[in-house]
């Protein structure tokens, strides 16, 4: 079974302050990926790493920046946490081969004080 | 997502089909997925289509595609209360070969 696990499942951090989410898949998969999820937004892309130390901007990147020192871990970091990066965080992995499916975790809910 | 587009909400009741539709922009893109997200879990793919396919068939589910009008639809049949969830209909552009777009979801809920 394919496992994508995140560090946290509720985080609560005060505006400023630095903030690390941390993504650990067990496939090999090349291809790594942040998304955030608000209601009626569905998922945005928000970066992704098709190899180690490799990372390209997704839609909203702004705000964050993206770690990929080894194959099967992806870290987000919000450098300076704002209220309106209140939201529920998604890391997924994927091999990019055949039909490409992206397997997800089961999030990180940030809530920025 | 504004690539993909759905509604937010669908309500059925018990032992009903559910039809959960969905319009994208980008004619060439390879393949097509639904993705289904139950309470406080991450994505899970439900299904996929193949962009050279007019349906797809598994079980409960059906896909239906229909390139011309760039739209998608998922029928699930005899709708089970296990069925609530948040279903995502999403691309994968020619494009890109990692990259797939989302739709914002449509919200199924089930009446007794």
């Known amino acids: 079974d394919v496992k994508v696990t995140q560090s946290s499942r509720y985080l609560v951090k005060r505006t400023g302050e630095k903030v690390f989410l941390e993504c650990v898949q067990d496939?090999?998969?090349?291809?790594m990926f942040w998304y955030r999820q608000d209601p009626g937004l569905g998922l945005r892309l928000i970066y992704f790493?098709?190899?180690?130390?490799?990372?390209e901007k997704g839609d909203i990147p702004e705000g964050y920046s993206v770690s990929r020192e080894k194959k099967e871990r992806f870290s987000l970091i919000l450098e300076s946490a704002s209220t309106n990066q209140t939201s529920m965080y998604l890391c997924?992995?994927?091999?990019?081969?055949?039909?490409?499916?992206?397997?997800f975790g089961p999030g990180t809910r940030l809530t920025v004080l | 997502g504004e690539d993909v587009e759905q509604s937010l909400f669908l309500s059925v009741r018990e032992g009903d089909s559910s039809v959960i539709n969905c319009t994208y922009t980008d004619s060439s893109s390879t393949y097509l997925y639904w993705y289904k997200q139950e309470p406080g879990a991450g994505l899970q793919l439900l299904t996929y289509i193949f962009s050279n396919m007019d349906m797809k068939q598994d079980q409960r589910l059906t896909v239906l595609l229909n390139k011309k009008d760039k739209h998608l639809s998922l029928r699930i049949a005899d709708t089970q209360t296990g069925d609530s969830a948040i279903y995502f209909c999403a691309e994968r552009k020619s494009s890109s070969a990692s990259k797939i777009i989302f739709g914002s979801g449509t919200r199924l809920s089930i009446r007794p």
């Open positions: 997924a992995s994927s091999s990019g081969y055949s039909y490409n499916e992206q397997f």
């Open positions: 496939m090999d998969h090349e291809n």
């Open positions: 790493s098709y190899d180690v130390k490799m990372k």
